[in-house]
Structures are given as C-alpha cells and as structure tokens.
C-alpha cells in the first residue's frame, strides 16, 4: 500500500508541475498516517481515504508551487492552516522556504508540532492563535513574502484576516473553489482598502476531479492602515 501511495503522490504531483522524489513521498506517506492516526483523537480532516487525501489535501496544496517565481528566498504563512494545508506540503516539496503555520484552535497546533518533529522540518513552525491578534503584532505585520489561506473563510474576511501580514510588493494567496467568480467580486473593496492591488486568478484543475478549483493571488502595493485587522471576529461579522 505504502508503495502503490508513494507512487500516487510522485505521478499526481507531476501532472500538476511539481517533482516529488522518493524522500518526499516518503515524508507525505509518513505525514499521511499521523494525520489518519491523530484524526481518530481529534477532528483534522473529513477525508479519510489515502488516495483521497493525497489528491485532494496534498496535491491540491502543491498546485500552487509551479507558480512560486522567487523560490528559495520566501517567506510563507498559512493563516488557518488546520491540519497544515497547504503550509507543509509547500515546505516538504520546497525545503528551503520558511513557513510559519497559524491556527486559532490549540489542539491542532499540537499535531503540526508532532509532524514537523517527525519530518525533522527546520524553517518551519506553528503558532497558535486568531490572525486578528497576530496581525497587529510587529514582528508578524507585513513580515511575509506570503500569505496562503485555504478553507478558512470568503475572500472578503479572509483579505482582512491575511493582507496584513503581506510585505508591500509580496502577495496573499487564496486557495479557492466554484465560488472563486463571485467571492474576487465581493471582496474587491476590502483588498483596496487593506492595500491589496493587482489581482489574478488561477485556474487549477486536480487529476481525477471534475469540480473547479482556483488560486486567487493579490499583489500588495500599499501598507495596510493601522486599524486594520480590527478585533477578532469583526472581519467575519460585517466584512469590509
Ligand atoms: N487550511 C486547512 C485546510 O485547507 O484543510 C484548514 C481549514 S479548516 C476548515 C479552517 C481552520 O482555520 C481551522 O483549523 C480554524 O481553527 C482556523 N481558523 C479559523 N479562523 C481563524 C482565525 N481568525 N485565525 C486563525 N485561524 C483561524
């Protein structure tokens, strides 16, 4: 089984532009089964099927990678990462990128930490707590060459919850779904006034699935205002 996975992982990560090798499947396999093991004590994923969870969290987390240009010199954060999506996927196919993984719900943060000792991953950790507070700290604002979010919240909130943290120039990078056409549409105002500037959309399509899936990227050109992010949970009641 374990082979039959590794080989998954290698020719699915093809088809999508990325090379695994034979270490990084090993590491995604290891990955894999803390996450079904740990799964079972706590609520990480809905998805419990390897070949499924290989396809729909670690392929789509590296879709993003053909499209990273000032590789190796990042700096990433995962807002929201859960149970590190797409934050170690990035670091496991990207060794030399520095990743930070933020999530507001303790129980999760200790799993990241089981699987970055595992991996025996350096330049990369967990912190926990609600982006609203981390955005406003010094060493975290505008700290980022990137931010990624997946599943976290509508483009609207999450622009708020993440642009923050981008560097002027850098860019926040949303892993959407179907909706991407009219989430980009609501959220317009908020990436103006978060600083957010030019926007792009990137189609992606995952081996085997017919549902669309998107990458939302936007480039920031100008800091954030002071205010922003206001305090937890009002950039999820009355988004910007
Ligand atoms: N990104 C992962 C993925 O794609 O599988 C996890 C998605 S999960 C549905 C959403 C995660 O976002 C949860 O783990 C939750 O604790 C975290 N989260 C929600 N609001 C947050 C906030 N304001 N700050 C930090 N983390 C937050």
């Known amino acids: ?7 998954k992982i290698i020719e699915t990560a093809e088809l999508v532009g990325v090379k695994v090798g034979m270490k990084e499947a090993t590491d995604f396999l290891t990955y894999l089964n803390l996450l079904l093991d740990w799964n079972q004590r706590m609520n990480l994923t809905a998805i419990t099927d390897p070949e499924e969870i290989v396809v729909k969290h670690f392929i789509d987390s590296l879709a993003l990678v053909p499209h990273l240009k000032e590789y190796p010199t990042l700096s990433i954060l995962d807002v ?29 943060v200790l799993f990241l930490d089981a699987v970055i000792g595992e991996l025996g991953l350096k330049g990369i950790s967990a912190v926990h707590g609600r982006a609203e507070d981390f955005g406003k700290q010094p060493d975290y604002r505008e700290a ?14 999450l622009s708020e919850l993440c642009i923050p943290f981008v560097k002027v120039g ?34 992606v399509i995952l081996p085997g699935l017919e549902d669309k899936r998107a990458l939302i990227f936007v480039t920031k050109k100008d800091h954030t205002p002071e205010k922003y992010p206001r305090k937890a949970g009002m950039p999820e009641k009355k988004p910007l």
Do not use: C, W
């Not at 089984?1 to 080989?7: H, K, P, T, V």
């Not at 929201?80 to 303790?106: C, E, M, Y």
């Open 1 to 7: 089984m374990d082979e039959f996975l590794a080989q």
């Open 80 to 108: 929201g990462t859960g149970a590190g999506f797409p934050g170690i996927p990035l670091k496991i196919v990207l060794p030399h990128i520095n990743v930070v993984l933020l999530d507001s719900l303790k129980k999760r």
């Open 170 to 203: 850098g860019n926040f990078i949303s892993y959407k779904g179907a909706k991407a056409d009219e989430e980009i549409n609501e959220a317009q105002n908020a990436i103006n006034v978060l600083g957010g500037a030019k926007l792009i959309r990137v189609e």
């Open 144 to 157: 980022f060459d990137i931010v990624t979010s997946r599943a976290v919240a509508k483009l609207s909130v």
